[in-house]
Structures are given as C-alpha cells and as structure tokens.
C-alpha cells in the first residue's frame, strides 16, 4: 500500500548540524542543562565557603651594581667588590643554603596537621564557631576533633629514614601527656611536654600543648632536602622591571603570620650571606696582597740600591728635559702593568679565560705593552748615559709607585672589610594582607562554576546529539521503502500516567520502561497521541479492505520502542468507532499488556495453546466498550513451537470470524522471530520506530527479516516526538515509551 497518513506537519531537517538546530536541541534540553549548572554552582559556592583561605606575604630588597665599605672607596671597590646582577641575587635567594635555614628554623620538613571535624570542622574552626554549638553535629562523638583555640607546638621531631613521609597519630592524654601511633595504629611511645621522648630512632619533644584528652594530631616528617626543594617552588621571586635591581619576594600559606616568618627568615638570611660574601672577598684580596708585600718590597731595595751604586761609580750625572719627560711616561705604563698583573690572581680565581672581564684584562695588558715598547724605541735614541740613568730611576720609581699603592690599598681593604654592609638591602620586610587573602576568589569560583556546568551540559547535550544515530526525519524511513502511516508524539497525558511520573530524566532513558496501568485513550480521549492513532485508524480502515483478513500485527525491531503503547490504545481507539475489536498479547516471554488493564498475565494465550483452558476463558473484558484482551498467559518455555502449532493457526481464524480488528502485539523482531510467524498469519503488518532510538539500519533489518520469512510490512509508525521548540510546535525530539525486556505478571 503507497498510501500514508501523517497527523503532525514536521519540518524536513538537513543531516547537517546547523546552528539552528543546535538551539533547539539545546532549548529541548533546558531542564538538563539547568540541573547540570545549578549542582555545579551549588558546588562552587560550598566550596568557595569552606575552602582554606591562602594569603601571600610580600617582602622587597634592592640589589646596588656594587658594594661600597665607605665613602671615597670607589676605586678600590670597583676592582675588588662584588658587582653581581639582579638575576644572580635571584638565583642565590632560591638556593638551598638560604631556604634551608628557614626549613631548619620553622620547621618546615615537620608537617603538625589537627583532626578537624570533616568537610566542615575547618571552616567552623576558621569562623571561631564551637562544633558543640552546631545543631546534630553535637549529638555525635567529637572527643576525637580538634576544638577551637586547641593547638600543639613541636620543639623537635625525628625519625628514622624508613619513616620519612609517614604520617603518626598523636593523642592528648591527662596531665600534659599524650600518646603517638603509627598510621596503623600501633602504639610507639607514651610522653610528656617538654620532655624529650626516645624509642626506636623517633624523638619527640613538645614545647606546647594546650588540647583536651582525646584530642587527636597528625605528624609527618619529610626529608630536609624535600622540604627545600617545596619551598623553592613556593618562593616566588621577580625584578620590578628591566634593570632597576628591585627584587620582590613573594610566598603563599594558610598562615599568613607564618608566611611573614618564613619570608622575614629567608631575607635576612640571604642578606646575611650577602654581607659575609663581601668580607670574604676583601680578606680574600687583603690575604693576596699581604704575600705579595714584601717581594714587591725587596724589588724596591734591590732598585734603590742599584741607583746608588751607579751614583757611585759614575758620579752625579745631570738627566736632561727630555729624558726626565720620558721617564714619568714609562714609569706610569710600567706600574699600570704591574698593578694589572697583581690583579691577575684575582681575575684567575673568579672568571675563566673566556670571560669578558678576563678578555677586557689582557687588551688592557696588551695596549700598555704597545706604548711601552714606542717609548722605549725613543729611549734607545737617547745617548748611552741618559738611557742607562733613565733605566736605574724608572726601576727605582715604578717600584716606589707598586709598593706605595699596595700600603695604601691595605689599608682601604682593612676598613672595607671591617664596615662590609653588602650590596643588597631589604626595602619592605615581609606582609600579609589578612583581609583580602588571594584565594580563592569567591566571585571567580562560583561564576567559574556556572560557566564550567554551563559549558560541560551544553557539551554533553551536543556530543549526544552528534553521535545519536537514531532517525530524526521520517523521510529516512521513507529511503527503506516503507510509508510513514502515522506520527505519533509524545503525550504529556501518558508521562502522569506512568509509574515513573515526574522523572523527567528518567523516562528520557529509553533503557526504562514507562508501564502504564491505565489507558491513555480511556484517560484523555482528546490527547494529540489520540488524535493520531484515530487518523492511523481511518488509514488501517481503507488498508484492510484489500488485506486477506482482519488481523493487524505491531511489531518492532527491538525493544522500548512503544509497541505495546501503539497496539493498546489503537485497539482502544478503533472500539470507540463502534467495532469489535479483541487486543493480542502475542509476546509470551515478556509481554506485559494484561498490566495496563489490571490482570494477572495467567489464563491467557499460552495456556489456550497448551489446551489447558479453553478460548472464552481467556478473553476479559475492559473497561473501553467492544473491547477485549487476550494476555500472554504464563510465561511459556517454547514460544516459537507453540506459535508454528496447528492451533494457533486455527485460533487467529477463529479470532477472524468472532471480532471486527484483532490486534496482535509481537515481540521484537531482532531478538525472537516469534513476530515473523505471527505475520504470516496477518492481514497488515506495521513496524514501530522511535525518533532518535531506533535507527534506519535495524529497522531496514527487521523489513527484511519479516520478508524472508514471506511476511511484506505494509508501513511504519513513527512514535514518541516531543514537543520543542521549533516554530511548528513539534520538532523531531526524544522519549521513550519502553519496552519492558523484564518479566511481569
């Protein structure tokens, strides 16, 4: 038959997802999307009360070019003093031998952690809010849970390496006495504070402990070098902009008290260490000095005496202009080049040969060799007594020059070493702002929250929507071969009749069945579900004048598709037209139509095939006039033979001849083939579809399984579309009306 009733003006859908469609599909899942956002943001706002507030302590020191002992000692300073750069100071500051003394003097690898109340007992702690003051909270057993203003101070605590990150329990006893366990709850010692406790490697000592008995602590010893390398992670440090030499210094914790200690420890220490470098480095040169002070000295005498000697022996000799003039040009290059060679031991100690300093030393070195050299040239071009009395003055000058600087450099380096004070200062010391602590933000979190559950349902709902496979067009059941004979929607009517009524979430699910027990056409006889099957009725009228009997089969390809749904209220709706009609439930394994007119499944279909009880005590009545039921009876062990019987045949021809339309409701076809015997039999066959369940794939497969077996499906019914909102009212939603694959009696 070509002929096809449609009873909703559905709109002709592209397979593409245009931003059109994606609107309604996300308006057709508002409530989801709601639900998703609200409990995210429920989420946020518990968690932005109850988390731990973080706080940051800030400190700033300044990092100069150079360290300077006292005014007027630029020049010494520049050649002996410290001259590090910004980054380098920052590189020290995270060393382990500055945040190692904070470690050491904090406490830090000693981890003190209270057993608040759970969830809440911090934040009820934080608020100064007694748990005994809590309504229920009060009612339980708190001995255990940390109380407002209850504390312990750990004076000292060691382990052996084997109980390194293990976490012990320690219980307050009576009289300042408590008890420590393992974290498997073996006792290890008993003991008392202030009073240092030994057992087994483990040493305690409490310096102060103000709890009640019963009172439970958790301690944890770390690795010093863990406990170093953590707070190297946490310590941040930055230069406020290129080049200025300000250093800010930053650290995060629960405590902001605590933090300014830590923060306030490793500037001190750090400038400390800072100060002790430039001593260092000035005793380092004065040690230099001092071993080269008295070889320069003899240098001087052995001069001064050669210079008296010549005297002597030549007599007074008269040094001309000229020669005079380039003596003092010699004798100031040659202790420059001595005062530069005194500083190579420096330069070997601090850089190596490819630093620049080191490079900028030998072109130094190597342009006063050059000038050397041209004055010597002009030396040799004086007379045979002016050059030697020029050679004897310049040895005994540039000697005099060498050992006077060094004296006088001595003396420098005596006071820069005394009134070192270093190169870096400290600007701010460390606080905390314990008004604006910088998490979490609040504002932040709840509104990350309600975009988070917004983003993720929009996702979840779009994701479901791309890969539901499930026809969403009744012109993809048209591409199979089959006529659309009705369109059936979804009824907001049924949803109050089911069993599950109000879950919305839950009859969406097609897994669930959604079993009615009263008749939707009974109910509201004006329902739009109704107003269909009645055009399907006037469809199946004209059908059936040209099929060979009056036996209508409703089969499926698959469970939860709203078979017996269709079957019982078109069985219901062509009675109210004033015929006979009798309701088959024909799927003796799980059929479950004799429930939604209040029978018990026995006395039904199998027991008439078995023989055990005869037709007439089988048909029951309804309350919907001309219509009648015949149940599945008791769940029968060989369906399929029973349906291949003899008697079945000469039932369905009884049936024929006693009543007007006999609709006979099949179980799946993929899952039995129960429905394909029954067919033969049938003068119109239809199958059920389900918009965006059942896909064209399987329905095609259940075509063709009932044409192999000789059974032609005469069209299909497409059930279950839900009400969106799409202009034309109706758009091509999803509900299930399952099918119950479970046994009911």
């Known amino acids: 038959m070509n002929s096809t009733t449609r009873t909703l003006n559905t709109d002709n859908q592209d397979d593409s997802f245009d931003i059109l469609g994606m609107m309604f599909t996300l308006l057709e899942y508002k409530y989801f999307i709601g639900l998703v956002t609200l409990t995210f943001t429920i989420v946020g706002v518990i968690y932005a009360l109850l988390a731990s507030p973080i706080y940051v302590a800030n400190a700033v020191i300044q990092v100069e070019e150079k360290s300077r002992g006292l005014p007027g000692m630029d020049e010494i300073s520049e050649v002996f003093g410290s001259t590090s750069s910004a980054s380098t100071e920052i590189e020290l500051l995270k060393s382990r031998k500055v945040i190692g003394v904070a470690v050491d003097e904090e406490m830090l690898d000693t981890i003190v952690e209270p057993n608040y109340f759970p969830i809440f007992g911090k934040f009820f702690n934080r608020k100064k809010i007694p748990l005994d003051h809590i309504p229920l909270i009060s009612l339980l057993d708190l001995d255990e849970y940390v109380k407002l203003g209850e504390f312990i101070e750990v004076e000292s605590f060691s382990v052996p390496d084997h109980f390194y990150g293990e976490m012990f329990k320690l219980q307050v006893a009576d009289d300042n006495k408590y008890k420590l366990f393992t974290s498997e709850g073996s006792l290890i010692m008993n003991g008392q504070t202030r009073k240092t ?422 048909i029951k009545p309804t309350k919907t006039e001309n219509l009648q039921l015949l149940s599945r009876g008791e769940i029968a062990p060989n369906p399929s033979e029973l349906l291949m019987s003899e008697r079945f045949s000469q039932l369905m021809e009884s049936l024929e001849n006693h009543f007007d339309y006999v609709i006979v409701d099949t179980p799946p076809i993929l899952a039995v083939t129960d429905a394909s015997i029954i067919g033969q039999r049938c003068g119109a066959c239809l199958l059920v579809a389900r918009y965006e369940y059942s896909t064209v794939k399987e329905l095609n497969l259940a075509k063709k399984r009932f044409e192999q077996s000789g059974t032609p499906i005469n069209g299909a019914i497409l059930n279950g579309i839900k009400k969106s909102s799409s202009k034309n009212g109706y758009g091509y939603g999803y509900y299930n009306y399952n099918y119950e694959y479970g046994n009911k009696k």
């Open 197 to 618: 406790t030994r057992v087994d490697g483990i040493d305690l000592k409490l310096k102060e402990m103000k709890a009640a008995a019963g009172r439970v602590f958790y301690l944890r010893k770390t690795r010093r070098f863990n406990a170093i390398k953590q707070y190297q992670q946490a310590l941040s440090v930055s230069e406020k902009g290129r080049d200025t030499g300000i250093v800010v210094l930053s650290i995060e914790g629960e405590s902001p008290n605590r933090a300014e200690r830590i923060l306030d420890l490793i500037t001190q220490t750090y400038v400390k260490q800072n100060i002790e470098r430039q001593s260092a480095e000035a005793a380092n040169s004065l040690e230099f000095l001092h071993q080269k002070l008295p070889e320069i000295k003899k240098d001087l005498e052995k001069a001064e005496l050669d210079f008296n000697e010549y005297q002597v022996k030549t007599g007074s000799v008269d040094i001309t202009a000229e020669a005079e003039a380039l003596l003092e040009q010699v004798v100031d290059i040659e202790t420059s080049i001595a005062q530069l060679n005194l500083e190579r031991a420096n330069l070997d100690r601090i850089y190596t040969p490819d630093h620049p300093a080191y490079k900028a030393w030998k072109e130094q070195i190597a342009s006063l060799e050059s000038r050397k050299d041209k004055l010597n040239d002009r030396v040799k071009a004086l007379p045979h007594t002016q050059q030697e009395l020029i050679g004897y003055k310049r040895n005994v000058g540039v000697s005099t020059e060498i050992y006077t600087q060094m004296l006088a450099n001595i003396q420098e380096l005596d006071i820069v070493r005394a009134g070192a004070v270093g190169n870096v200062r400290v600007i701010d010391s460390a606080a905390a702002d314990i008004d604006s602590p910088v998490r979490p933000k609040k504002k932040l979190v709840v509104l990350g929250a309600i975009y988070l559950g917004l983003f993720l349902s929009v996702v979840a709902v779009l994701i479901r929507k791309l890969f539901n496979k499930g026809i969403t067009n009744p012109e993809e059941i048209e591409t199979i071969g089959l006529p659309i004979y009705a369109s059936v929607p979804l009824s907001q009517a049924q949803l109050k009749l089911s069993r599950t009524k109000g879950k919305r979430h839950i009859l969406n699910n097609p897994k669930i069945a959604s079993i009615s027990k009263t008749l939707l056409a009974e109910e509201d006889s004006t329902d739009i579900s109704i107003e269909s099957l009645r055009s399907l009725r006037t469809s199946l009228h004209f059908a059936m004048l040209e099929a060979k009997n009056n036996l209508i089969m409703i089969g499926g390809p698959s469970p939860m598709v709203g078979k017996s749904f269709i079957s019982a209220n078109l069985a219901a709706v062509i009675a109210q037209s004033g015929k006979k009609v009798l309701l088959v439930d024909a799927d003796m394994r799980r059929g479950y139509l004799h429930s939604m007119f209040g029978y018990d499944a026995k006395n039904g279909l199998s027991e008439v095939l078995i023989n055990r009880i005869k037709l007439r005590e089988a």
